[in-house]
């Protein structure tokens, strides 16, 4: 190398922001940037430990393992590259690195340590390798920004406490490798609306989805057999709870304070529920009485004689279900689509209140209703005041605007095909189209109900249409019996006689009624 370029390099160099780190290096408090060198395999424990004004840090693709409390409270350090052999985050590495983001875990990660991002708030997504197969206590408490974050088929075992406070965490599927959801698991994450607990799961633990306040749906797979105390405690979103029919334990204030639950069945299987399990669950204590007791004898009896609604709520095989509808396999020979269970509630209502919507099954329902009027999905209400559509309207579930439309074009493509008006048949499918994923649950309801109002008055328009016809023409025949043939003026004002005259005043009111008494619909928009 010549001097000069000897010169360029030391130039470059000294102008760098980054210091050169090798082991032994004695870091000031002022840095701002690291380059770890190249020849360096194990970084120290406490290495870069409370250095608040650094920024980045570059690590070296030979590097192996990072200590203990590396970059504990590196308060401003927004990046790190991890290289590619790293197998494991240890404890308390990157603890209160508030400014971290764009964090990109590496290939090969077997372990993520206890509180290892603890408080990290700025880390907004991570994926998880395929190998990773733990991750420890308080991992990732308090990191209020993370919305998304893959667990692998890989993984074996979750820490307790390791999402508190994640309170931009909107959905989170649990592996079937991991057999129990540990204490305080998800508590407080407050945007969390969807769970995917897997076959393989046998406890949900203590206090483990605490404050979960946008939490809607859960079903507990078949393999669960107990639900630890205060499990659910304060999911005050909790509409519908699908237990299987392996569990045997519920404990204490498991559900307490679900004021919105109204969905629920408690399988045979349970012989050990705790009396403070359903404390605060105001809608579902309002349908019996204060009495626990009363109560869990209630929902264990809900489904007793009542084999479509069991089918319908216990659809964890739906090929099953399917093919019962279809043999009528079991079925009381009185029961039917319009039959209720002791909540008032529809085999429609079952299926929208479901986690996993399944649109087959509701064609089967809707194919085993032999009633003309179709309307029961907007207008049979259950003992919380709701209709089908309503709790279709606040379903989280990905598919649930494909399952709202293609009910409504189903249920309505009968009765427009009847009178074979293409002019409807555009208007109604307009109407549907326009239920997009952008909506709000509210938005929802109003789209659907105008779309069975636009129906309903179509319906209406048609009938007054043909009985003006009707009472026209024997008015005219009546006229021409005592006289001459009416000439075109008097066939006019014979006409609107009949309309105005007649049917306007004397039927009008009466087939206004399905339109007037429609269950569907709120003050939002009436």
Not at 229 to 242: D, I, K, N, Q
Not at 301 to 323: A, K, M, T, W
Request: aromatic residues 8%; proline residues 4%.
């Amino acid at each position: 190398m010549s001097s000069n370029e000897s010169a360029q390099e030391e130039d470059a160099i000294s102008t760098s922001p980054f210091l050169h780190y090798t082991s032994g290096t004695i870091v000031p408090p002022c840095v701002t940037h690291i380059r770890v060198d190249e020849t360096v395999e194990v970084l120290e424990e406490n290495a870069f430990k409370e250095l608040l004004d650094l920024l980045a840090v570059e690590l070296p693709h030979a590097l192996r393992c990072i200590g203990k409390m590396a970059f504990y409270c590196c308060v401003n350090l927004k990046t790190v590259n991890f290289p590619p052999q790293l197998i494991e985050i240890p404890e308390d590495a990157f603890q209160s690195c508030r400014n971290l983001e764009d964090v990109v875990l590496p290939a090969k990660l077997e372990i993520i340590g206890a509180r290892a991002f603890f408080e990290c708030e700025s880390i907004t997504e991570l994926n998880c390798p395929e190998t990773l197969k733990v991750i420890g206590k308080g991992a990732f408490v308090h990191c209020r920004s993370l919305v998304s974050m893959n667990l692998p088929d890989s993984l074996e075992a979750l820490g307790d406490r390791t999402f508190v406070d994640c309170e931009s965490l909107k959905t989170i599927n649990v592996p079937s490798g991991i057999n129990k959801i540990q204490r305080g698991t998800f508590a407080h994450c407050h945007s969390l609306a969807h769970v995917e607990m897997s076959e393989g799961l046998e406890v949900v633990g203590e206090g483990a989805f605490w404050f979960c306040i946008s939490l809607t749906r859960v079903r507990i797979p078949t393999t669960v057999n107990v639900i630890e105390t205060s499990a659910f405690l304060y999911c005050t979103s909790l509409e519908s709870v699908e237990v299987s029919y392996g569990i045997y334990y519920v404990g204490p204030m498991a559900f307490q304070m679900c004021e919105n639950l109204v969905n629920i069945a408690l399988p045979p299987s349970l012989n050990d529920v705790s009396k403070t399990a359903f404390d605060g669950c105001e809608k579902l204590m309002d349908l019996v009485s204060s009495d626990s007791e009363k109560l869990f004898s209630k929902l264990r009896e809900r489904f007793d004689g009542l084999s479509l609604h069991r089918l319908c709520y216990d659809h964890q095989n739906p090929f099953i279900v399917s093919d019962a509808i279809d043999q009528d396999n079991g079925f009381a020979e009185s029961e039917n689509t319009k039959t209720v269970d002791t909540l008032g509630m529809l085999p429609y209502h079952i299926l929208s209140l479901s986690t996993k919507l399944d649109l087959g099954l509701f064609k089967k329902l809707l194919m085993k209703d032999q009633c003309s009027n179709k309307l029961a999905l907007v207008s049979e209400t259950d003992k919380f005041g709701k209709c089908p559509m309503d709790y279709l309207c606040g379903s989280n579930e990905a598919n649930a605007i494909h399952v709202v439309r293609d009910i409504l074009a189903l249920v309505t493509a009968d009765r427009i095909g009847i009178l074979g008006l293409e002019r409807w048949k555009m208007e109604v499918n307009q109407g549907i189209e326009h239920i997009v994923y952008g909506d709000v649950p509210s938005a929802r309801r109003k789209r659907i109900y105008q779309v069975y109002r636009n129906l309903l008055s179509n319906e209406r328009l048609e009938a007054t249409s043909l009985l003006e016809l009707v009472v026209w023409k024997a008015e005219i025949e009546s006229l021409t019996l005592q006289s001459a043939p009416l000439n075109g003026e008097e066939r006019r004002a014979c006409r609107i006689k009949s309309g105005v005259g007649i049917v306007i005043p004397n039927v009008m009111a009466f087939i206004s009624d399905a339109i007037d008494e429609l269950s569907f619909k709120s003050e939002d928009y009436d």
